[in-house]
Structure formats: structure tokens, C-alpha cells
């Protein structure tokens, strides 16, 4: 696991968009995960700069995300659809039929999770994918409880997640209460997997996805059994961590005065 801490938002968004654009030049039929949220708006930005002054080319990409609230259409100002087309795919050159977001009018929202899994394995499997994480460790929305081994299904948000989430919204009431996501044994098929976070709110989830044990009460501590994770973290998120992460490895930081 390799884990970097950097000054700030902005370093990580230039830092985690550097590596989406390398994946690209690299590879540019690759498939890519994307995440909504905070964490990658400044990502996004980033890469759409790329698109516009660097000729960074998505049309060739495959694009899959990770999670959708269910109820809401895709025109809906808090969907994740309209997230996604308002923060980066309308402003590059990426092909709408290559683009791959939950479905959250779904009739049939089981055998559509059924159908996107499907999906992810015909494309060959996403190449890199991108992670935030939720202050209670969720990954996507696979919250606290969620099996390791999980596929893209319907779940529950915790009020946790709720709350977290209602800034977004008139009110917390307003917020769904279900949503499809991928799910944990999904993401931990993506050949790479990089984690960004943000801030003192993130710090606690973060010291226990690195330096705590693999459970299902933290989710998120499932990138533990990933052999190519890439976690891009600022000061404040990297703040209550205890060891010294460089090069794959944890090193105590606590130094002994006596
Ligand atoms: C969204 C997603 C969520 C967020 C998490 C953090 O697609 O996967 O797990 O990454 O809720 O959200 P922000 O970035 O708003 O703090």
C-alpha cells in the first residue's frame, strides 16, 4: 500500500489527477472508477484542465461508478448522474455510450445490479478506480456492516450518512434513505484502487483503514487485502495516524524522550 500525505486538498487533487491521466496516456481504452462527493471535485477539475490545455483524451474510456441514491432520477441536481455530467463528463470528449453510472429509477433495481456487474466484467474490469470515504469508513456506500465479499447491490444508509450527506439537500428528510453501490468484493476486483481523503474529519476513518484491523465495522479497511492501493491523503486526514507510511511501509512515528 502506498501512501502518500500531502499539504493539502488541492496537492491531492493534482496528485490523484496526475495518476487518473498517466492510467489514460497508458492505456487510453482503460476503464476507470469514478466517485462523487467532495473528494473528487478538485480531481475533476484537474482533469478537465488536462482535457482542455494537454489534449487528455477520454473518448476511448470506459467509465463506471461506484453508487447512485435509489429514487432519484438522473436529472435530479443531487443525483450522482448529474453529478458526474456536471462535474467532469460534460467537459470532456468521453463517448456517452461508454459511460456506466447506477441506475436509481431502476424498475427492477435488483436484477439492474445484477446487469451493471455484468457490465464491469464485459469491459474487462475497471482499471483504476477512484475511492473517497465517509467519516464512518464506508466505501462507497457500503456501510459499516457490509460483507467484504459483496457485489453491486441495493443497501441502506446509515443516519450517519444521512446526516453527512443532507448538507446537499433542503434537509436530511429529504436525503434517500436507499442507494445501489457496488460493493466491496466488486471494488477489490479493480486492478488499482486509489483512496483520497481530506481534512480532520477524515482522520479518525483513515487511522483505522490503515493502521487498524480488516472489518466490516470500517469497511473501508478492506483496501488492506488489495495489492496495488495508492492512497493520497492530506495533512489533515493523515493527523491522527500513528505510524510513518512510506514506500509500502509502517513505521512507528511515536518517539520515546526517555
Ligand atoms: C460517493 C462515494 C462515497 C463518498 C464518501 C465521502 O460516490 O463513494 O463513499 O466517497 O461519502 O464523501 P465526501 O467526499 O463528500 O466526503
Known amino acids: 500500500m502506498l501512501t502518500e500525505i500531502v499539504e493539502d486538498y488541492d496537492a491531492m487533487s493534482i496528485r490523484a489527477a496526475t495518476l487518473v491521466a498517466q492510467q489514460i496516456n497508458e492505456k487510453p481504452d482503460a476503464v476507470i472508477g469514478f ?32 453508487d447512485e441514491y435509489i429514487g432519484l432520477t438522473p436529472q435530479h441536481t443531487q443525483s450522482y448522474h448529474h453529478f458526474m455530467w456536471q462535474n467532469l463528463f460534460l467537459h470532456v470528449n468521453v463517448d456517452p455510450r461508454s459511460v456506466f453510472i447506477p441506475m436509481g429509477m431502476a424498475n427492477d433495481p435488483e436484477k439492474f445490479c445484477d446487469w451493471y456487474e455484468q457490465q464491469i466484467q464485459a469491459s474487462g474490469g475497471v482499471d483504476l478506480q477512484l475511492l473517497g470515504i465517509g467519516g464512518n469508513g464506508h466505501l462507497a456506500f457500503n456501510e459499516p456492516g457490509a460483507s467484504l465479499g459483496s457485489r453491486t447491490r441495493v443497501t ?10 443532507a448538507r446537499f439537500f433542503e434537509s436530511s428528510q429529504e436525503v434517500p434513505a436507499t442507494a445501489i453501490t457496488m460493493g466491496i468484493g466488486t471494488i477489490l476486483e479493480s486492478k488499482c484502487l486509489v483512496l483520497m481523503a481530506s481534512g480532520e474529519k477524515k482522520a479518525q476513518a483513515i487511522k483505522a483503514t490503515l493502521e487498524g484491523p480488516v472489518m466490516v465495522m470500517m469497511p ?7 495489492a496495488n492501493v495508492h492512497v493520497i491523503i492530506d495533512k489533515g486526514a493523515a493527523s491522527a495516524l500513528e505510524y510513518d507510511h512510506h514506500d509500502g511501509i509502517a513505521e512507528s512515528i511515536r518517539t520515546d524522550a526517555s
Do not use: W
Not at 473501508?220 to 488489495?226: K, V
Open 220 to 226: 473501508a479497511s478492506a483496501i488492506q487485502l488489495h
Open 156 to 165: 441502506a444508509l446509515t443516519q450517519d450518512t444521512i446526516d453527512a450527506n
Open 35 to 66: 466517485a462523487t462527493g467532495s473528494t473528487p471535485v478538485g480531481v475533476y477539475h484537474h482533469l478537465i484542465r488536462m482535457h482542455r490545455d494537454e489534449g487528455l483524451d477520454f473518448s476511448k474510456l470506459t467509465c463506471f461508478n461506484l
